[in-house]
């Protein structure tokens, strides 16, 4: 995928362009960067035009400059949309790319056409109990990688994937990610119940892994029955189920996608 930046702002993206057909948008999880979707891109390639972002202080994301914020990361994936003419794409979100792409989904709802959110959860229905409980766990994170990255990266690819091959991917990327970005994370809070709830025009895809946290799979169950959307729990994987179990998380999504009739190849 070539790899762009954004004028006038830090982002970097990624475009694979070559299908002439719908736009599939990954946005990846915390502490990595866009190359966790490398399977899926394998698999995508020429089905879709991919799009794919590096988040604010991720991967090639660090040419930051003052006033940059998490905040914007919707109006800055918009401005790519413009730069390139996409009117419309299917989303992909993993972990904290859900937040992402649910924010996109509340400003930009007529660009959506789908979006399949993993190891997230519901931005505008977000239990402030849970929320707490989840602060106070990236705490305990925060603090390891203050002491040192690797001993972070060596602690989180442990709860963040659940094979061999995902966890050595998952640290080689995590070790590359930079204590002065942990700044910019504090800004999510402004994106978690912003929103008031609302019936969605476009259809949802939720899921996680088996051995996820019990408290994401909570999550994930709660969501499904009230939205009445399409729900997945993954066998063999934890967090990140995309890179847990590649082949799998690529056939449902692509039965998601077909499924729901929004997409023109054979």
Known sequence: MENLYLENSPIAYYIDDSSNKEWLVFVHAAFVDHRMFEKQFEYFSGKYNLLA??????????????????????????????????????????????????????????????????????????????????????????????????????????????????????????????????????????????????????????GCGEYDNPTEIEIVNEWAEYENCDKIIFKGAGHCVNMDTPREFNLILDSFLRKNGVNGFA
């Open 53 to 206: 972002i590096d988040i604010l202080g991720h991967g090639n994301s660090v040419r930051t400059r003052k006033g940059d914020g998490v905040e914007k990361t919707s109006d800055w994936i918009n401005a790519i949309f413009e730069k390139h003419n996409i009117r419309s794409a299917h989303f992909v979100g993993v972990s904290l790319g859900s937040v992402f792409i649910q924010d996109f989904a509340n400003k930009y709802e007529e660009k959506v056409l789908s979006l399949a959110c993993f190891g997230g959860y519901d931005v505008n229905k977000f239990d402030i109990n849970k929320q707490k409980a989840n602060s106070k766990a990236q705490m305990k994170m925060m603090l390891k990688a203050l002491i040192s990255v690797k001993w972070f990266a060596k602690e989180n690819k442990k709860i963040s994937a659940y094979t061999d091959d995902a966890q050595t991917a998952f640290y080689n990327m995590n070790i590359r990610f930079r204590k002065s970005s942990f700044r910019y994370l504090a800004g999510l809070k402004n994106l978690v119940n912003k929103y008031p709830k609302k019936e969605r025009r476009y259809n949802l895809l939720v």
